[in-house]
């Protein structure tokens, strides 16, 4: 069963290794250990954020997918928030 989780620090090699795994992370990404600091920080920066979810999606206890949801105030529909999916990977 695929349960959803805010992620951990525990679970960036995964997530860095999920964003490296197709044409355009490949260039972009390093999913070396150990992994960069900069890796690290934004993750501490994201975590620390209430309007940021870095959720990993984890099936018998490997993590299987990621994604990052950005939540953002606007004026239109009277003030709605709404939230900015990106870094999507399986």
Same mark, same amino acid.
């Given at each position: 069963?695929? $349960?959803? =989780?805010?992620?951990?620090? /525990?679970?960036? &090699? ?8 197709? &044409?355009?992370?490949? +260039?972009?990404?390093?999913? /070396?250990? *150990? ?14 954020? *209430? ?13 299987? +997918? $990621? ?8 004026? /239109? =529909?009277?003030?709605?928030? =709404? +939230? ?7």
């Amino acid at each position: 069963m695929i $349960t959803f =989780r805010r992620a951990q620090a /525990s679970d960036l &090699p995964d997530i860095v290794a999920m964003l490296a795994d197709d &044409p355009l992370g490949a +260039g972009r990404e390093d999913a /070396s250990l *150990p992994l960069a600091q900069g890796y690290v920080d934004a993750f501490n920066a994201i975590d620390a954020d *209430p309007k940021q979810l870095l959720a990993v999606a984890v099936d018998g206890g490997e993590v299987v +997918g $990621t994604l990052q949801i950005s939540f953002l105030a606007g004026l /239109s =529909r009277k003030g709605a928030w =709404r +939230g900015q999916i990106e870094a999507v990977r399986v």
